[in-house]
């Protein structure tokens, strides 16, 4: 019988990914979820054929450049990438794959729930309750913005996007999105498309992001760009933090021309710009768009689909590089 490979699990992963880990690999697991520094990475991968990292994992140039030579492949356990340096492993033959798709419908749900939440002002009304300073009811008390039949805008209508576009329908929301490519009719489904982003902007009574973050969506949504929103505009996200300009979000809750945020997502995760915190026109989350039982699951048997075709000699069904 041959030997198992050996691969480096970089965070806790649900147990059941775990148990088909340690079935047919020697799995180095990360047992009391501690977050690895660079060094620790480095020393653990010794001898490993394969990384199983999250996105908190910054696998930068300088660390891949450092791997050894027994890692073959990095399987991420994430849809997103902008915490692997392609182009490093590339360079030094060494596979990556993330986990797209089982994802989207968790994420999608984050975004209605964001949307929904920062519309109808769903933060200070339950801090109301929990803090027991609900004082009555009334009729002018609490007033959001009604969701259904609004115009969204969504920024990246790939599979995220697409599935977002579908619940949102579901409150008969005119669609709209950019997106590099044009999407054919059947996938269109009636969204208007906009091939400039600025040409979108000011369609959007609600606006949700859902691109990745690589350098040229950096900064997305800066201060040029909200400025071309409608007054009273919501902005959700639940893609990366890097793709908003904090200042500029911020700058624009406070003075009011943006009704309100709803963010899953954050520059700096966990230590979020604490100016989101003290706005009460912000519905914030802890990056748990793919949070559910069954799509966490799905993300480990997805990576470790990947990994086991690789080990296999295998194309793997998720490849980036
Ligand atoms: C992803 O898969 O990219 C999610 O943001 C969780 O990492």
Excluded at 72 to 96: K, N
Excluded at 118 to 147: F, K, P
Excluded at 166 to 172: I, K, Q, S, T, V
Excluded at 174 to 202: K, T, V, W
Aim: glycine share 6%; charged share 25%.
């Amino acid at each position: 019988m041959n030997a198992k490979h050996t691969v480096l699990v970089t965070r806790r992963l649900p147990q059941a990914v775990e148990e088909r880990l340690q079935r047919d690999y020697d799995a180095r697991l990360n047992t009391r979820d501690e977050l690895y520094s660079s060094a620790q990475i480095l020393q653990l991968a010794a001898g490993a054929d394969a990384i199983i990292p999250c996105h908190t994992e910054h696998l930068s140039a300088e660390i891949i450049a450092s791997l050894p030579d027994s890692v073959r492949a990095i399987c991420s356990f994430s849809v997103g990438y902008d915490h692997i340096d392609l182009a490093a492993a590339r360079s030094r033959g060494i596979i990556v794959t993330n986990t797209p798709d089982v994802l989207s419908s968790a994420t999608a749900e984050i975004a209605m729930l964001l949307m929904l939440g920062a519309a109808r002002r769903a933060h200070e009304g339950a801090r109301m309750l929990r803090t027991n300073t609900w004082a009555d009811w009334s009729a002018i008390g609490q007033l959001g913005i009604e969701v259904t039949g609004k115009r969204l805008g969504i920024i990246g209508m790939g599979r995220v996007g697409q599935v977002m576009a579908r619940r949102a329908r579901g409150f008969d929301m005119q669609i709209h999105y950019y997106n590099r490519h044009r999407l054919s009719p059947e996938i269109e489904q009636g969204a208007s498309y906009h091939a400039d982003l600025n040409d979108l902007l000011p369609h959007c009574q609600f606006l949700s992001i859902h691109c990745p973050a690589t350098p040229e969506t950096h900064h997305l949504l800066n201060a040029e760009r909200i400025a071309r929103l409608p007054d009273d505009a919501v902005v959700v996200n639940t893609a990366r933090g890097a793709v908003v300009d904090d200042d500029a979000l911020i700058a624009a809750l406070q003075s009011g021309k943006l009704f309100a945020a709803g963010l899953d997502v954050f520059n700096g995760e966990p230590d979020i710009d604490p100016r989101y915190r003290d706005l009460d026109n912000t519905f914030l989350l802890p990056h748990i768009g793919s949070a559910t039982r069954e799509t966490r699951d799905a993300m480990g048997f997805r990576a470790l689909d990947n990994l086991d075709a690789i080990v296999a000699g295998q194309e793997p069904r998720d490849r980036l590089v």
